[in-house]
């Protein structure tokens, strides 16, 4: 008996079908971010970053052209199992031989070369306006401005996007998640409040006005509760981004689980949305005492994370996407890493027996509850995943690495 029919049988006993657990699993798309291998530069201006947010660290081979940063992300996607998409922000368009056009201008033939990475990958692209890091951000406000003009482009900008988003999704054959997400705020206390936040939702509202099908395109909100330089008021707050999506059609909120206060956990957050929304978006991320966007990794919160989802039914309506940046590693691990840790959390959700311990709650036999969630702890789940892994055609934990060290040493070490 191999190590995987052993684990097949020792999870057979607590009532879980391994098999159709990854079956499962290769069905769910996560979608990884392209701002992990450069920074968060993009390739449409050579200004600073901007936006209450900040990449740390200098480690080789960052990617500083179009070419190299989809060939990267080729390389990481060929060492992840299952179902992946791709993640772009606005500012990562592509100018070739028609020259630069500002953000508001932005078509969908800057984006030809994502599309065409997509359909090699057999993917989708999920997609996001870009408002910071931009000399037209107006006193650290975009869509938040009391400057007319100001509030127009960046109008212009998300409408552009919106145009964007349909095209990929008619080209990819997969529906593209449209986020958008602001640095507005200040850093000290504001005299006024509500002003920004009614500009705000009349600018989203025009912003949404622009003609799109539903079925191909979700827009969705996020918030923040604080950035570096917007410590004491983000206008995007929580109960602004939830209470927009919830008042207007067809709008999904999106969580960011290091956008939050620290003692609050998306997770509990995941049931509570989908008692009322059809559909919800996630950035999943690993804030280190703030909103640090560590490289994703198997810990509590993520395998929370990955448990709601799974109890509560919602493969199928809750749109998974990492957010982080961490330069100081090599970038190429860091994707993986991260998206490999959220294929684990999903899987072993997959393969907790979540009927046996509901049943449990509701007949009130708590004390055999807590004993069952501290025995599935230890089940041999490693043995599960190494076999997805190699169903999949990957390398499993650990060989993998052998591929970055080598693509480091071949392609990255020569920048």
Partial sequence: MTRFESAKEIYASYGVDVEKAMDKLSTVAVAMHCWQGDDVIGFDHDGPL????????????????????????????????????????????????????DRDKLEPRHFKAWVDLAKKLGCGIDFNPTFFSHPKIKDGLSLSSPDKETRDFWIEHGKACIRISEYFAKETGFPCVMNIWTGDGFKDIPADRM?????????????????????LVKPCVESKVFGIGVESYTTGSAEFSLTFA???????????????????????KIPALLTFFPEVALHVTRGVRWDSDHVLILDDETKEIAKEIVRCDALDRVYIALDYFDASINRIAAWVIGMRSMQKALLSALCTPNASLK???????????????????????????????????????????????????EVLSKR
């Fill in 50 to 101: 901007t936006g209450g947010i900040q990449t740390t660290g200098n480690y080789p081979g960052k990617a500083t052209t179009p070419e190299q940063l989809l060939a990267d992300m080729e390389k990481a996607m060929s060492l992840i199992p299952g179902k992946k998409k791709l993640n772009v922000h606005a500012c990562y368009a592509i100018f070739e031989e028609d020259g630069f056009v």
């Fill in 195 to 215: 002003g920004p936040r009614m500009r705000y939702k009349e600018s989203i509202e025009a912003i949404l006005a622009q003609p799109f099908d539903k079925n």
């Fill in 246 to 268: 919830a008042t207007h059609d067809g709008c999904l909120p999106l969580m960011d689980n290091g956008h939050y206060h620290p003692t609050e956990v998306v997770s509990d």
């Fill in 359 to 409: 049943a449990l709650q509701d007949e009130n036999k708590l004390t055999e509850l807590l004993v069952m969630q501290e025995e599935v702890k230890t089940l041999p789940f490693g043995d599960i995943w190494a076999e997805y892994c190699a169903r999949q055609g990957v390398a499993a934990d650990k060989a993998w690495f052998d591929e970055v060290q080598k693509y480091e040493a």
